[in-house]
């Protein structure tokens, strides 16, 4: 369970280093909408107000980007900014942990969310140690990493 605890958090910890802070998204008014059906209507920007580039980018967060909350949206089109400018291996590496965030169920994101904010918490001069559990972790197997992930872990 520790384990895969810190699987997500490596996951979280990449998706938060590509971050920025939210960048300012126009909003248009809906035009005589129900009220629930205005508020969503705010959510901007929709898929198909993205740019080409912007989808191509995002396309692994296509099926789950109406359901995103506005200030994910933004990130995420932070990182669509910013890809063009990295190198082929930092955008393969968004590409995968992109894809990767998209396969985890809102469970699992919502937990790898909570993971990170407790890890913000701790001390830098504690960190090291996490750093340390980190680097064993991924000096492990894949199929044992994948094992540590999917199977739950046994009480003793």
């Known amino acids: 369970m520790m384990r895969a605890a810190w ?11 590509l971050a920025e802070p939210p960048v300012d998204v126009a909003r248009k008014p ?24 912007q989808q191509k980018t995002l396309a692994p967060l296509k099926a789950d980007w109406e359901s995103l909350e ?12 910013r890809y063009p400018a990295m190198k082929v291996a930092e955008q393969e590496r968004v590409q995968r942990r992109m894809q990767y965030w998209a396969k985890l169920t809102p469970e699992q994101r919502r937990q790898a969310r909570e993971t990170y904010k407790q890890i913000v918490k701790v001390p830098p001069e504690k960190r090291g140690n996490l750093r340390e559990q980190w680097a064993e972790y991924q000096q492990l197997p894949q199929q044992e990493r994948e094992g540590l992930t999917s199977e739950p872990r046994r009480k003793k």
Request: glycine share 2%; proline share 6%.
């Open 7 to 17: 699987f997500l958090l490596a996951i979280l910890l990449s998706a938060a280093a």
């Open 30 to 53: 809906a035009a005589k909408a129900k009220p629930a059906a205005k508020a969503k209507a705010q959510v901007r920007p929709a898929w198909a107000e993205l740019t080409a580039e």
């Open 70 to 81: 506005p200030e994910r949206r933004r990130k995420w089109i932070g990182i669509a900014k």
